[in-house]
């Protein structure tokens, strides 16, 4: 059972924003809907660095969030989100490329991949010419991840496909070490693993890296 005295402060949720949205359904669907519940949504949602990205990945679960916690939204989210079909082009360009691509495929290959990919089956895209085309984003690092300076991408294996003849993730060439990753927003979580497989931090700062993911889960789901 879960109790709003139990929840978290919305500093404290520092879970990737899929799981989030999922314990805002999960307490929509047990009832729980007092002054604290929605505070923590509310001011979690407003915390947030690229609301329209949040708004267009994660459309149906941001509906679900703001009508639980009787969320007030700015500007164009509340259309977006409610009432798309009666706006005729949106300012916000995540929106507008959106609503354009129900009817332009081209503009499909500009959300993100997970929306991309659902308007490419509306669509009847081909699945092959459907991953030829989201290539060039893909290779632009979709999920916002970028390099510092002076580092190089040791290897990136966006949404894998499975390998039925190995029982493991298909690798882009047979000599290069692949960790696929269905949903990018795990992709930090990774990386303190992969600078330790390179020799470049040691066993004593993966053991705390790990120990750190380890207390933030057991906080967020206390």
């Known amino acids: 059972m879960i109790r709003s005295s139990r929840l978290p402060s919305p500093a404290g949720?520092?879970?990737?924003?899929?799981?989030?949205y999922r314990l805002f359904r999960e307490l929509r669907r047990r009832g729980v809907n007092n002054r604290r519940t929605r505070a923590?949504?509310?001011?979690w949602m407003a915390g947030r660095r690229d609301p329209a990205f949040d708004l267009v990945k994660y459309r149906g679960a941001v509906k679900a969030a703001v009508k639980h916690a009787h969320q007030r939204l700015p500007g164009e989210q509340r259309a977006f989100l409610?009432?798309?079909s009666g706006v005729r082009a949106f300012e916000t360009p995540l929106f507008?490329?959106?609503?354009?691509?129900?009817?332009?495929?081209?503009?499909i290959y500009e959300l993100p991949y997970?929306?991309?990919e659902g308007f490419?089956?509306?669509?009847r895209i081909p699945r092959e010419v459907f991953l030829e085309r989201i290539r060039p984003r893909m290779t632009r690092l979709d999920p916002g991840h970028r390099l510092a300076p002076g580092q190089r991408v040791m290897i990136v294996h966006l949404n894998p496909v499975y390998d039925a003849d190995d029982f493991d993730v298909r690798r882009p060439a047979p000599a290069v070490p692949t960790a696929g990753v269905r949903d990018a927003e795990d992709l930090p979580a990774l990386v303190e693993p992969a600078r330790f497989a390179e020799g470049r931090v040691g066993l004593d700062r993966l053991r705390a890296h790990l120990?750190?993911?380890?207390?933030?889960f057991l906080g967020d789901v206390t």
């Open 13 to 20: 949720v520092r879970s990737p924003r899929h799981r989030v």
């Open 82 to 84: 409610f009432a798309p």
């Open 120 to 123: 490419a089956a509306k669509h």
């Open 211 to 216: 120990d750190d993911r380890a207390a933030r």
């Open 114 to 116: 997970t929306v991309a």
């Open 40 to 43: 923590i949504i509310r001011d």
């Open 96 to 107: 507008e490329r959106w609503r354009r691509a129900h009817y332009e495929q081209s503009a």
